[in-house]
């Protein structure tokens, strides 16, 4: 079992700046982030990920979002600039071993942080 522990989200105004962590307690070939925004389901694709020096964006978050993983400390960040309301959610931490060059199955997931976006 591979415990995700996510730090970093808060409320800022739009156009502003947040960046995520998220500390695994073991390596994981991919990890990568999804959200969940205010009264909807989690969302089935992933709005970043990594692997083997490999990145992929969803679209909506592609220029502004920028993720990085640091191997020597099990850590993943997802750097968030020029923030929109619509990109207020629940941002949740994913790993496992499956994902490729457009998709990501995590196996496990972090407990999620809010990150709120003001207009």
């Known amino acids: 079992q591979v415990q995700l522990v996510e730090s970093g989200g808060g409320s800022v105004q739009a156009g502003g700046s947040l960046r995520l962590s998220c500390v695994a307690s073991a390596y994981r070939a991919c990890m990568g982030w999804f959200r969940q925004a205010p009264g909807k389901e989690r969302e089935g694709v992933p709005i970043a990920y990594t692997t083997s020096g490999t990145t992929y964006y969803a679209d909506s978050v592609k220029g502004r979002f920028t ?15 020029s923030l929109k309301p619509e990109d207020t959610a629940i941002y949740y931490c994913a790993a ?24």
Do not use: A, E, H
């Open 96 to 119: 496992g071993f499956t994902c490729g060059t457009s998709f990501f199955r995590p196996n496990y997931w972090g407990q999620g942080t809010q990150v709120t976006v003001s207009s």
């Open 67 to 81: 993720i990085s993983r640091d191997n020597t400390k099990s850590t993943v960040y997802l750097q968030m600039n």
